[in-house]
């Protein structure tokens, strides 16, 4: 089992900069051995919308929504995932999750969310 626990969440004004990280704990080997990580957000009255990725190997991938904005990261000597949210607008305002796709078992975990508020 691995449990993933995002924080960094709140409340900032328009134009604005937050940092989220996702740190996973638990198997170990489900942990290290993933397709990719990724960071996803859902709006009220809006479906989960996958924002970044950040592959085991490979480039990084972005919605054309953050493209330029956001930037996802990881520090796997901490097990952690990192996004980086620049220029935020207030439609960016959502709940945000991590999720890690591992390869053991092919199985997908996901965190419980943290809020981000963007005050116009």
């Known amino acids: 089992q691995v449990q993933l626990v995002e924080s960094g969440g709140g409340l900032v004004q328009a134009g604005g900069s937050l940092r989220l990280a996702c740190t996973a704990s638990g198997d170990i080997l489900s942990i290290k051995v993933f397709n990719f990580l990724g960071w996803s957000r859902q709006a009220p009255g809006k479906q989960r919308e996958l924002v970044a990725t950040?592959?085991?190997?490979?480039?990084?991938n972005y919605a054309d929504s953050v493209k330029g904005r956001f930037t996802i990261s990881r520090d796997n000597a901490k097990n952690t995932v990192y996004l980086q949210m620049d220029s935020l607008k207030s439609e960016d305002t959502a709940v945000y999750y991590c999720?890690?796709?591992?390869?053991?078992?092919?199985?997908?975990?996901w965190g419980q969310g943290t809020q981000v508020t963007v005050d116009s």
């Open positions: 999720n890690l796709n591992s390869r053991i078992g092919s199985r997908v975990y």
């Open positions: 950040i592959p085991s190997g490979g480039t990084t």
